[in-house]
Every structure is written in structure tokens, then in C-alpha cells.
């Protein structure tokens, strides 16, 4: 009897710790499986394109330049959305908005990071605009003391100048930001730049070719340091993509296909903002905004909506096409193209300016053995990144980069990948969810968040940072005077094209277009 | 009853073994889960909760945006996976721990439910309709709750409150 209980309590001893041989074996074998799943997910993809490694990415990040002996007065011309977003970059938050983030005593994730971004040690001396509303909204900007790093304690109001050329004149600023619209930027920057004030001229560079010129002339005679606002610029997507396709991962590149798509009112530039009903004849300087184009009596829809007038925009092209231009621009150091054809034309929008709003185009390099297409539609917005066709592979680009080899190629040949799935992928980290349409294109785009030295900083804060840097003395301006007119050139023959329904050639020797 | 007879033997053997064989593979999977993700570096469900979708994909992205609230799902998420795991494989309190196993598992059948026209789920393979391998897998842990193999191939066995559990029963 003694030895059955003997027997059941071994039984149930055994049972009990029945398991434990799985867990034995579990313990010993799954740190090897865990670092070999994560090793596959991590599996380096590069040494497939034999193009050694990357240095893109190993960039380092400038320190800051600024400290208590080179304060940077700024100076905002025109203060609409964008020069708004461009203060957040330069550390300064509206006040309202300061209120808005913080919720019952706790700060917003955006509140958190912007005190968080560098600071750049740039005053936001003075602010000017046509409408007086927009000056003031501005004003306000520098009437708080929210900045990056902690403030000083101490607020300094931004003098509102009641134009362009009383802030220039100013000796109480040093450069100059230039947010107005498109058929201004010309004029502001060429009178800026002879005044020795640094320029920070938001896209598209100029409303013509001509200006272009004069402006180019003028930035490298007088020696100041200009950036256009092309921010993607910062992305390390395309970083990337150029080295690659320097050191001949795409084999030779016959084309490049880009798109812009947009569609309804918000996207075809017909937009209602904060203060546009408060706007009269007695709030804005209707004179002060035409800037030289024949007078006519003052209209609002003009004023707000000047994107749809010819007169004062530079179309779709201007406004997108610039963009997916100067992306492929710095992957391939495309340059002006010798031809273009195109087509446009206003099928929709009707009753509101004369905007194109389907355009198609086709711009020729012979001496690089290439075309590049553009497409813009306002009344469809699908979205497809820039595609770059190479003999050896082809690249899908935007935020991200992908590499699909090319099935007839050679250098790939022992790669064992299907050509329908990407060969190569890069994605930055920290890219955070959006909602609407406009705002995931303009993210995919290049605008949002980039990976650089490790950290994840807004494309914006960096583009401004490298001009600021620059006019210490500290590193050059990537988007700098001479990108910015062959981008200026390149979108304007498209419009010429359109305009004379003829192909538009570019004479590189008088640095003038031709038409037909 | 049910632990009675699964205790004192109404059971066979087999009965038993593919329980506790159950068990184990359940354990395995969540302690294999839950290992990975604390071997990963900086791992997060943040991305898994921004995609959610259905009637509750509102709640999952609430957590997603606030840092401390997704902290505590990462660490729940790891942890949670970690010990429920090692419980059902060794069959320590494990009872409850397949309960807790259905909780955690129904917030993961609630991110995506397959329910008809609410999307497609990048995270899974396979076509579902209400039912999925979640579901399946909750079905499994509640059946464990049920017949607490623990009792018998489980270090459970050892301790006094297996027999006030089966004495309540």
C-alpha cells in the first residue's frame, strides 16, 4: 500500500513538471531563432546594387552656429500660411496657437517638439504685408516668449513695415523672407539682395525667364546668400537616390516620368482662409500687390485666389511641377531642358481665373539621351511618385525610395528577385499619420519629417537651418541661386509652350526661349 | 465538476496529454511573441495601432498618439505576452492566465476585425470572415480555462488552491 502511494506521488511529480523538457528546449533554442528573424529583418539590402556603401546617410547634422555675437534679424515679406509655417521653423509659435497645445497644463506632441527643435538664434525682427490683417497676425508671432531651448524672458516685438522696400532700407534687419506671390518674388529679391540683405525666396523662383536672369545675376554680383524654399531638398530619400545613381545602380536613365494630381476647389487653389471675408479696400494695398501689373479696380478673388490668374501665378506648373522638378533635379542634375513640348489647357475651373488645369508635357535632354514628362491634372488625385527608368533598374521616389531591377539588365542578373517586387526599399523613420489627401501628398512629397545623423527632423527646420548656417559662414545652401533658375527656366518654357501652342526651345548662349 | 473530473481522473490519458499538448502550443506562440518584441530594438505598436480599423479603430489610434498611454500598451503588450506564456507552458496559474490570454487576444481581434467590407488587414494572410486564427486561438484558451490541465501536467498540480478551486466546483 505504501509503495503504491510511493509510486502515485512520483506519477504525479512527473506529471506535474511534464512540461518542463518543452520549456528546456524552448530556452536554449529561441535566442538563436529571435536573432536570426532579426537579422533577416534587418538583412542589409545594399550590398545588392555593388555599389559598396552608402555615405548619404552618414551625413552629420551642422552644430548649432548661433550664439550671443551673431543674432540673425529676419525680416518676413508677406505672411500668409506659409511664412507662417516657415516662423515655426525659425522658433517663433502664435500665440493662439501656443494656447491650443496646451491642454490642461500638459503640452501637445507638436508644442513638445518645436521646443525641442534647435534653436536658431534668429530674431524675427519685422514683418510686412498688403493686407493688414496678415502684418498683424504676424506680429503677434513675437509677442510671446514660447522658443525652442526655453525662452530668454524677455519678448522683442517684430516691427510691422508698411512695405517691402521700408524693410529693406531698414538697418534693423539682415535678411529677408520672401513669402508673397509669385509675380512679386522677383522684384523683393533683386531689391533685397542689392540692399546686401540674405534671401530666403519661397518657390517657384520667378514668374518669368527674364527675371530669372536678372535675379541670378544679381544674387551672384552681390554675393548675399540666397535659398529657395524647395525643402525636399533635405530629404534623405533623395540624397540617396543621387549617390546611386552616380555610382551607376540605375545603369543609364532614358526617362523620367512625373505627376501631380489634385482635385476640387482646395486643390485647384479656389480656397476661403481665416481673415479672406475681413479683406477690403481699406485693409489691403491693392497697389502694393499688383507690383507693376496694370492697374484694374480691386478684386478679392484676385487677391486671395491670385494662384488662378496668369497675371500673378505661374500655373500649375509654378505652383507642382516645381516640386517633382527639383526632386529628379537633384537625383540627376537634370539641368534646362533644349526642348519642350506641351499642351494645357482650362477644361474645368471656369469661372475663376485663367488657370490650366490639365497639362501635359514633354521636355527633352539629347545631350544626355533622356526625356522627362510631366502630367498635372486638378480633377483627379491619385497619387504616383516620380519614376526614374534606368537600364539596369527603375526608381519610384518620393519620401521613400523603391528599386525594382530591370529583368533585361545585367548588373542584376544574379539577383534572385522577382522585377515586380522592390529590390531596394528606403522609408525614413518617425513619418507621422496624417489625414487628409493634400496633406499625405505633400508628406509623400518630401515635406514632412527626414531621417539625418540619427535623429528625425522636419525637412522645413533644416532648409532654413542650412541658410541660416550659411550666411554665418558655415556651409553652403543646397536649393542655391543657380538650381533655383534652372528650375525658374525649366517650368517657364513649359508655360510658354502651352501659351504659343508651339514648342519651346531653350538658347543656353543668350539664355533666352524660343518659341517655335 | 469539470476540474473534478479532469482531477480525479475521469479523464484519460490521452484527454489530458492533448490538453496539456494545447497548452504548450499556446504558450509557445505567446512567450515566443512577446520574446521577440522585447529582442527587438525600440519595438512599438504604434504603427499597428495607427492602422486599426472597424467600429473601435478610433480608441486603438487614441492610444497611438499619447507617448505614456502607448508606452503602457508596449510594455502590456510585451510583458502580457511574456508571462501568459510562460504560465500556460508551465501550467502556473495558468487558469486564469488563459483568461487573461482571451482579454489580450480580443484587443488584438478588435484592431482588425474581419468583418465584411471594413478593409483589409496588411497584417495577416489567409481570408477571414468573423473568424480568424484570434478568434480561434481565444476559443482554444477559454476551452483551457475550462479544463485547467495545469491541475494535473502543470505546476499547478503542487499547490493548495487547485483543490479549493475543485472543491468550489
Known sequence: MKKHDTNNKRRDLLKGLATLPFLGYFGIAFKENIELELSEQARDTLPTLKIGTLDAPKQKLLPPTG????????????NGWRSEQLLFSFGYMHPEMVKENIVKGKYSEILQSFLEQEDLNVEFAGVCDTFSLHAQHGYEFSLNDVRPGGGKGQ???????????????????????????????????????????????????TQTIEEAVELRNTIKSTGVVFQLGHENRQQMSFKMAKEMYEKG????????????????????????????????????????????KPMCAFDPKKYFNWQ??????????????????????QVLNLGIPETVIATGAQYYYKNHGDMMDVINAILSYPERGLSLTYDGTLKSSVYMQSRIFGSEATMDIDLALMMYKDGDGTRYKDVDIDTANPMYYYAPAGADAVTSATAKTYLKGGYGATSIDGKVIDASLLHVKEWVDAIRGQGKTSCNIDVGFEEAVTFNLINLACLHKKIARWDKVNEKAIIG | MKNEKITTGEFSNWQTYSLTFLRILIGWHFLYEGLVKLYTPGWTAKGYLLGAYGP?????????QSKS?????????????????????????????????????????????????????????????????????????????????????????????RKRDIAKE
Open chain 1, 155 to 205: 519678448t522683442k516685438p517684430a516691427k510691422i513695415f508698411a512695405n517691402y522696400r521700408d524693410m529693406i532700407a531698414s538697418d534693423e534687419i539682415d535678411a529677408i523672407v520672401v513669402c508673397t506671390p509669385d509675380h512679386s518674388h522677383a522684384k523683393i529679391a533683386i531689391a533685397a539682395a542689392k540692399a546686401g540683405k540674405h534671401v530666403y525666396l519661397e518657390k517657384p523662383m
Open chain 2, 69 to 161: 498611454i502607448l508606452t503602457f500598451v508596449d510594455v502590456l503588450n510585451e510583458w502580457g505576452l511574456v508571462l501568459i506564456g510562460l504560465s500556460l507552458f508551465v501550467g502556473l496559474f495558468s487558469k486564469y492566465s488563459s483568461l487573461c490570454g482571451v482579454a489580450l487576444l480580443s484587443f488584438y481581434y478588435l484592431a482588425y476585425p474581419p468583418f465584411a467590407g471594413l478593409g483589409t488587414n496588411t497584417h495577416v494572410e489567409g481570408s477571414y470572415w468573423i473568424v480568424n486564427k484570434n478568434l480561434i486561438e481565444m476559443a482554444a484558451l477559454f476551452v483551457l480555462y475550462q479544463f485547467p490541465s495545469g491541475y494535473i501536467t502543470g505546476i499547478d498540480s503542487f499547490f493548495k488552491y
Open chain 1, 67 to 78: 550664439n550671443s555675437k551673431n543674432r540673425l534679424r529676419v525680416g518676413f515679406i508677406g
Open chain 1, 308 to 329: 488662378r490668374y496668369s497675371e500673378y501665378g505661374t500655373e500649375m506648373v509654378g505652383n507642382d511641377f516645381t516640386h517633382k522638378y527639383d526632386c529628379v533635379n
Open chain 1, 249 to 292: 545602380a540605375l545603369g543609364t536613365v532614358s526617362m523620367v516620368q512625373t505627376f501631380t494630381g489634385r482635385n476640387g476647389n482646395y486643390g485647384a487653389w479656389i480656397r476661403e482662409r481665416k481673415f479672406d471675408k475681413q479683406g477690403n479696400e481699406h485693409n489691403i494695398n491693392w497697389e502694393e500687390f499688383l507690383s507693376g
Open chain 2, 56 to 64: 473601435l479603430a478610433p480608441v486603438f489610434k487614441w492610444m497611438a
